[in-house]
């Protein structure tokens, strides 16, 4: 085992990726950030039946879209199971030489029957054992477990865990048909990679003796273990799809920031004081796994919102029009040049927990109104109201320059020419420009949409009102 740090995030990938799978990949490459160490990235795709090329791009993506590099892993080849059976088979002809391994042909159907027994008993299903000194040369491959005594996993967030071997199964490590299963596969993978710590779901933490027990068999060091806790819902039960959203990439499409699901997903189940808020590199300079909590964390999605909108009123014009870009081709939204969307987002970020609900309180900026709030509409659209408008019309034509405070000037001259309030004009105007009665400072808005615009949406609402 190396003396350095080496960690891997293995998914199977049989759909999107979790965010629960997104925490542990996160909770392994801080921890391989922090020691100077090595974060891989790993395939689990041994279950044919599920797992997909389109499903490893679509966890390849969203490990990327959150930022977690990796060091070693895909693209190079090497790092699917499916393209590692000769070390799997290596392995286990050695257990089988060794005596610490035996073969078995027990009908599936025995082992079924015996099993259904013992449910009825209500006892846990241990294999008798009845193939163990028959010398079999074929058949499934059995790891053979001690007959007395304990494992003991010295796990990183759990503390000491005690599995008595009576309790613990001769489990198959390949199949009647050669083919590996997935506690044999991880272990001659881990040992492989030299893997120092493996930090994972703690519904792994039932699977860590017989793979203690393994390690033990073929002569290698056995890793760190960190087990942790799972992600719950509101109702503390695991999180699942009937909770809402579980996958990075459907809160990707909510269109939550990278920085900020990261953020939350660190703050699951880990603390550093009173901190919520932490830049990528505190994140790294601070995080150890011994601070990581074993009790399950519930997730809220108003909590992450929060956070959302914290990093949107904390980034720059640039990287939102960036993010932003893509929503508004997907809402059939025009998008104008990159400087002038930045300046309209920039208006809209205290106003946003989201991108795509900055998308939709904007929308103003990006199409005409196609309607009117009703309740100003019947109090401001009047033949008074359509007056005022072209008279400011006429005002706003010849201004120089169409700036926020040129308009401002403006507004304020011609209310104390009319003997009103700023208040009174500015609401019809913004009424008429967004179809709303709240939007971000007006004289902005007017300045972003440019006059001809200001006044073709003027004349469109003077149109709308009575005569």
């Known amino acids: 085992m190396s003396p350095q740090v080496r960690v891997r995030f293995a998914p199977s990938p049989t759909g999107h990726l979790h965010v629960g799978g997104a925490r542990t990949a996160l909770f392994n490459w801080l921890f391989a950030r922090h020691h100077g160490g090595v974060f891989i990235l790993r395939i689990e795709d041994t279950d044919r039946s599920r797992s997909t090329d389109e499903n490893i791009e679509f966890i390849v993506d969203a490990l990327r879209w959150l930022g977690l ?3 070693e892993g895909p693209p190079a080849s090497g790092y699917r199971q499916t393209e590692r059976f000769d070390l799997y088979r290596a392995a286990a002809a050695r257990l089988g030489q060794t005596g610490r391994a035996y073969h078995c042909d027990c009908p599936p159907e025995q082992l079924d029957a015996e ?3 013992a449910e009825a ?4 299903f241990r294999y008798s054992g009845r193939c163990r000194d028959r010398g079999l040369t074929a058949g499934a491959l059995r790891l053979r477990i001690p007959d007395t005594g304990a494992t003991v996993v010295h796990d990183l967030i ?5 599995f008595e071997h009576q309790q613990l199964d001769d489990w198959i490590l390949a199949r009647t048909d050669g083919t590996p299963t997935y506690n044999f596969c991880v272990v001659v993978d881990d040992v492989e990679m030299r893997i120092s ?22 002569g290698y060091p056995v890793p760190a273990f960190a087990h942790v806790s799972m ?8 999180l699942s799809k009937r909770h809402g959203a579980t996958s990075v990439q459907a809160y990707r499409e909510q269109g939550i920031l990278p920085e900020a699901l990261v953020n939350y997903l660190a703050r699951l189940g880990w603390s550093h004081g009173d901190q919520e808020i932490f830049t990528r590199a505190e994140l790294v300079e601070r995080f150890d796994i011994k601070d990581v909590s074993s009790s399950g964390a519930v997730f809220d999605q108003t909590k992450l919102e929060w956070l959302s909108q914290e990093y949107i009123k904390a980034s720059p ?7 932003v870009r893509p929503l508004l081709a997907e809402a059939g939204l025009p998008a104008p040049a990159d400087a002038r969307l930045a300046a309209m987002l920039e208006t809209l970020r205290e106003r946003a927990k989201t991108l795509r609900e900055m998308v939709e309180v904007g929308r103003f900026y990006f199409e005409r109104p196609t309607g009117y709030d009703d309740k100003a509409r019947a109090k401001l659209f009047t033949a008074d109201g359509a007056r005022r408008l072209r008279l400011v019309s006429e005002r706003l034509a010849a201004v120089e320059p169409f700036t926020a405070t040129a308009l401002e000037g403006l507004y304020r001259e011609t209310v104390a020419a009319l003997g009103l309030k700023l208040v009174d004009l500015a609401q019809l105007t913004r009424l008429s420009v967004t179809g709303r009665t709240a939007s971000p400072p007006l004289f902005d808005v007017l300045a972003l949409l440019g006059r001809e615009e200001v006044l073709a949406r003027l004349r469109a609402a003077v149109e709308a009102m009575p005569r």
Do not use: M
């Open 69 to 71: 590099d990796w060091d």
């Open 121 to 124: 008993r209500k006892e846990t």
């Open 115 to 117: 099993r259904k027994a």
């Open 158 to 162: 759990h503390g000491p865990v005690v």
């Open 197 to 218: 710590h493996v930090i994972r779901g703690n519904d792994h933490l039932s699977n860590t003796p017989k793979q203690v027990l393994c390690y033990e068999a073929l």
């Open 317 to 323: 014009g640039t990287r939102l029009a960036e993010l």
């Open 231 to 238: 992600i719950l819902g509101a109702d503390r039960s695991r």
